[in-house]
Nanobody
């Protein structure tokens, strides 16, 4: 089993920035990872994904050019740099992991992932 813990969420003004972190513990393994978000009353939405080596990424159209996903395997950590934040970015953000990298179709659905964190709240005020 792998445990994932998110941190870095908080309250920020529109146009501001936040950097989220996700750290793995337990029976860690080299895996592809991703970020999802969920607002009240809405489905869990794909945000971004990154391969184990960090050389391949996928982004949702809604965050392209504003968010950057990265990872540091020596620290068992993954990051999401969020710039130019908008009120519609408000949600609980979750990190997730799976054994293999895949296409955008595979990496973009929650069903593809085996491990999940508990989430961290991001609130963007107008």
């Amino acid at each position: 089993q792998v445990q994932l813990v998110e941190s870095g969420g908080g309250l920020v003004q529109a146009g501001g920035s936040l950097r989220l972190s996700c750290t793995a513990s337990g029976r860690t393994f080299n895996s592809a990872m991703g970020w999802f978000r969920q607002a009240p009353g809405k489905e869990r939405e794909f945000v971004a994904a990154i391969s184990w080596g960090g050389g391949s990424t996928h982004y949702a159209d809604s965050v392209k050019g504003r968010f950057t996903i990265s990872r540091d395997n020596a620290k068992d950590s993954m990051y999401l740099q969020m710039n130019s934040l908008k009120p519609e970015d408000t949600a609980v953000y979750y990190c997730a992991a799976r054994a293999r990298w895949g296409t955008a179709q595979i990496m973009g659905v929650p069903f593809s992932y085996d491990y999940w964190g508990q989430g961290t709240q991001v609130t963007v005020s107008s």
